[in-house]
C-alpha cells in the first residue's frame, strides 16, 4: 500500500468521472495538490478547477503534467474505464509512479470512518442519495461519494464531517472489496457486468464476500427477496423494515412505514416507481440504524427531489418528456412501471440507446421484452464506452427481436425529426451512454411545435 507520509500530489486520471470528480475534490483545498486529466471539459472539471485542481484535456498535456511531478511525491489514481493505451497511466506504470484505483484510494478513506455503504446491480445513486439527504436534514455531519448530480444540492459530494461516510458500493472489477462498511445495504442483484463475472451466481459470491466484510450481521439490510444475508426490507408482512398502505396522489406515493421502534406515518416520496419507494425504505431503514431519530424521516423524504438522469421530467407541455439512466433490462421495466403508474393510459415513446457491446449481448433477450413493453421504439447505435466492438451485436440486431410494430434504428442527427413525428404523449430517453445530451434539443423542438 501506498505511504502516504511521502505524497503531496494526487494524479486523477479520468477525473471528470461522477465518482472520480467527487473523490478528487475529497483532496482539492487540503494538504495535497490536485492534478488530473479527462478528455472532456464539464461542469464537473470546472467545478474542480475553481476549487484548486490542474486539469488538462488533451492526452499528451496530461503527460506533460504527470513528468513534471516527482515521482516519489505523486500518486496516480485510476478506474478501469480508462483504456490500457493511455500514454498517461503507460508513463506511470513505466517509471513506477505510486499507483491506486479509484476503489483502492476510497476504501482507505473508509478505513478510518462510520461508513455507510449501498450496493447493488441498480439502485445504488438514488438510495445513497436519499440516504445522504436524510443524514443531512437529521444534521449528521456527513462526507458523501455519490454516483449521480442530486438536485437538492446540485453536486454528487458532500463535505460536511466525518461523523459518517456514505458511498457507493460498486461491484464492478468487484471494487467494492476494498470498502470498510460499517452498515451496508443491498438494493438489488440481477445479472449484470457478465463480462467480470461470467454468470450470476459468482456475482453472488462477490456479494457474499462484501458482506461478510460488515463485523455485525445484523447491520447489513437488503430489498426483500434477494438471496444473500440481511435484514429484509420491503411490502411483505415478514420485512423487519415495511411499507403499509401506499397510495398515489397527486404524484406522489403516500405510505405507512413499520420499523421495529414503531409506525410511521402519512410519509411523502415524490419519485415515481416502485422501485424508488423500496430504494427510500432501504435509505431510512440505514438511517434509522445509524441512529437517526425517526421525526427526521418526514421532512427528508417529503423535500427530496431526486437525481439528475433519474426519472428527471424535462417538460410536461405539450408533451412529457423523461430521461432515465437506465440501462439494464430490469431498470427499463422499473420504467416502464414508473412511467405507466404515473401517466396512466398516455401512449409511450421509448427511446432506447444501449450500453456496451457485452451488455447488449448477454441481455439481448431480456432487452428485447422490456422494450416491447412501451408503444413505440426507438434505437439509437450502442454506446461503446471502454469496449470496442463484438461482430453482430449492434442495435439492428436488437431491434429484430422486439415485438413492435413501431420499432426503428436511427441516428441521433434524425432523434428530434423522428420524436416530432410520433403521436405519442410521453417520450422517455434511457440509457447510461451520451444520450442525455439530446434531451434539450427535444424540449426546445417540442415547444416550437406547440
Do not use: W
Not at 169 to 193: K, N, Q, V, Y
Not at 370 to 389: H, K, N, T
Amino acid at each position: 500500500m501506498v505511504n502516504f507520509r511521502n505524497i503531496e500530489n494526487l494524479y486523477f486520471l479520468g477525473i471528470g468521472g461522477i465518482g472520480m470528480s467527487a473523490l478528487a475534490r475529497y483532496y482539492a483545498g487540503g494538504k495535497y495538490k490536485v492534478y488530473g486529466y479527462d478528455s472532456t471539459r464539464t461542469q464537473l472539471t470546472q467545478e474542480l478547477e475553481h476549487e484548486g485542481a490542474q486539469v488538462v484535456y488533451h492526452e499528451e498535456a496530461g503527460l506533460s503534467l504527470l513528468q513534471g511531478l516527482s515521482k516519489a511525491k505523486t500518486l496516480v489514481v485510476f478506474t478501469p474505464a480508462v483504456a490500457k493505451t493511455n500514454i498517461i497511466l503507460s508513463y506511470a506504470q513505466t517509471n513506477q509512479f505510486p499507483i491506486l484505483k479509484r476503489a483502492q484510494l476510497l476504501g482507505e478513506i473508509t478505513k478510518n470512518h462510520p461508513t455507510l455503504a449501498v450496493a447493488g446491480t441498480h439502485g445504488k445513486t438514488t438510495t445513497t442519495s436519499i440516504l445522504a439527504h436524510i443524514l443531512k436534514v437529521a444534521e449528521v455531519r456527513l462526507t458523501a461519494f455519490l454516483g449521480g448530480i442530486t438536485e437538492n444540492y446540485n453536486t454528487n459530494y458532500l463535505n460536511e464531517g466525518n461523523e459518517a461516510i456514505v458511498v457507493e458500493a460498486d461491484e464492478f472489477d468487484r471494487s467494492f472489496m476494498h470498502l470498510s462498511p460499517s452498515i451496508a445495504g443491498i438494493t438489488s442483484l440481477d445479472a449484470d457486468h457478465l463480462d467480470i463475472y461470467k454468470n450470476k451466481e459468482s456475482l453472488e459470491v462477490s456479494y457474499r464476500a462484501f458482506i461478510s466484510k460488515i463485523e455485525q450481521p445484523e447491520n447489513c439490510f437488503k430489498i426483500e427477496g434477494l438471496a444473500i444475508p440481511g435484514q429484509p426490507v420491503g411490502f411483505s408482512a415478514t420485512c423487519v423494515y415495511q411499507i403499509l398502505q401506499y397510495t398515489v396522489r397527486e404524484g406522489k406515493y403516500i405510505f405507512d412505514f413499520k420499523t421495529p421502534n414503531g409506525v410511521l406515518q402519512d410519509l411523502e416520496f415524490a419519485l415515481p416507481g416502485r422501485h424508488n419507494l423500496l430504494n427510500a425504505a432501504l435509505a431510512m431503514a440505514m438511517a434509522l440504524h445509524f441512529g437517526v431519530a425517526p421525526k427526521h424521516m418526514a421532512s427528508a423524504l417529503r423535500s427530496f427531489k431526486g437525481i439528475k438522469r433519474r426519472f428527471s421530467i424535462h417538460c410536461h407541455k405539450p408533451r412529457v418528456l423523461i430521461e432515465d439512466y437506465a440501462h439494464h433490462p430490469q431498470e427499463i421495466k422499473a420504467m416502464h412501471q414508473a412511467m405507466s403508474e404515473m401517466y396512466p393510459n398516455k401512449r409511450c415513446l421509448a427511446v432506447f440507446q444501449p450500453h456496451l457491446y457485452s451488455r447488449t449481448q448477454d441481455f439481448a433477450t431480456e432487452f428485447q421484452e422490456s422494450l416491447a413493453a412501451f408503444d413505440e421504439v426507438l434505437l439509437l447505435p450502442i454506446y461503446p464506452a471502454r469496449e470496442q466492438a463484438i461482430p453482430g451485436v449492434n442495435s439492428e440486431m436488437l431491434l429484430s427481436g422486439i415485438e413492435n410494430v413501431q420499432k426503428k434504428c436511427i441516428q441521433k442527427t434524425d432523434l428530434v425529426s423522428e420524436v416530432l413525428q410520433s403521436d405519442a404523449e410521453v417520450v422517455i430517453l434511457l440509457g447510461a451512454g451520451d444520450i442525455g445530451l439530446e434531451a434539450e434539443k427535444i424540449k426546445k423542438a417540442l415547444k416550437r411545435e406547440n
